[in-house]
């Protein structure tokens, strides 16, 4: 998700309207929608603000989890890798482990 989409969530989230937002934010309506929308990025200290406006964690607004994720699977996936075939498999048992444990929640 975008920030713009991660805004708009939690601005629907807390039941606000654009214009309810808007003002608590102290921010014109053609601002928020802008952010909203992608078409402008809000400053990093704007960013904090809304943040605690909508109680979100910190960097929650920026947070790119995707991009995150996938770097840790090829980082995952280079050093399994560089493993002896035993110590392959061996790894490849433990990360299906963990993985059912997860989805098992």
């Known amino acids: 998700m975008t920030v713009g989409q991660r805004l708009k969530t939690a601005r629907i989230a807390a039941k606000m309207s654009r214009n309810e937002a808007a003002k608590a934010l102290k921010c014109s309506i053609h ?3 802008s952010w909203e929308l992608d078409r402008h990025r809000p400053k ?3 960013i904090c603000r809304i943040e605690a406006f909508f ?3 910190k ?3 920026t947070a ?3 991009h995150n994720y996938d770097q840790a699977m090829t980082n995952l996936g280079r050093a399994i890798s560089r493993l002896p075939a035993k110590k392959q498999h061996h790894a490849l048992q433990i990360i ?3 993985s ?3 989805s098992n929640r």
């Open 64 to 66: 790119d989890r995707h």
């Open 44 to 46: 990093p200290i704007t």
């Open 55 to 57: 109680g979100l964690d």
């Open 96 to 98: 299906e482990h963990f």
């Open 100 to 102: 059912k444990l997860i």
């Open 59 to 61: 960097g929650h607004l």
């Open 31 to 33: 601002t928020l929608k």
